[in-house]
């Protein structure tokens, strides 16, 4: 059985793609060939080893005076737990002369 790589567009024998298996337990194949799909994760592993050497520690970043606070925050007076209290209006309803 024949069928088409969605990558590269080439028409390879179904042994060359991956097989999964659906909820119902039924053999699927997948769009891409195995050679294709080693290629996307060889380039993602490459974008991922690029990307930790980008992101090495940074002794100045991670200091413990890097960050100042504001000065204007130690004149904030901290208020603690509020609360609202409810308010409660005096009214009269038709129920009240039955009850």
Not at 36 to 59: A, W
Not at 66 to 78: H, I, N, S, T, Y
């Amino acid at each position: 059985m024949i069928k088409t790589c969605k990558q590269c567009n080439e028409s390879k024998p179904i042994i060359l793609f991956a097989k999964t298996k659906d909820s119902y337990d039924k053999v699927k194949y997948l769009t891409v060939c195995k050679a294709c799909k080693s290629k996307n994760v060889k380039i993602l592993r490459q974008k991922q080893e690029k990307e930790k050497v980008i992101s090495k520690y940074d002794p100045e970043e991670h200091a413990k005076d890097a960050f100042k606070d504001d000065p204007r925050a130690l004149q904030e007076v901290e208020y603690g737990r509020v609360t609202r209290n409810t308010t409660s209006l005096f009214s009269r309803s038709i129920l009240d002369e039955f009850g």
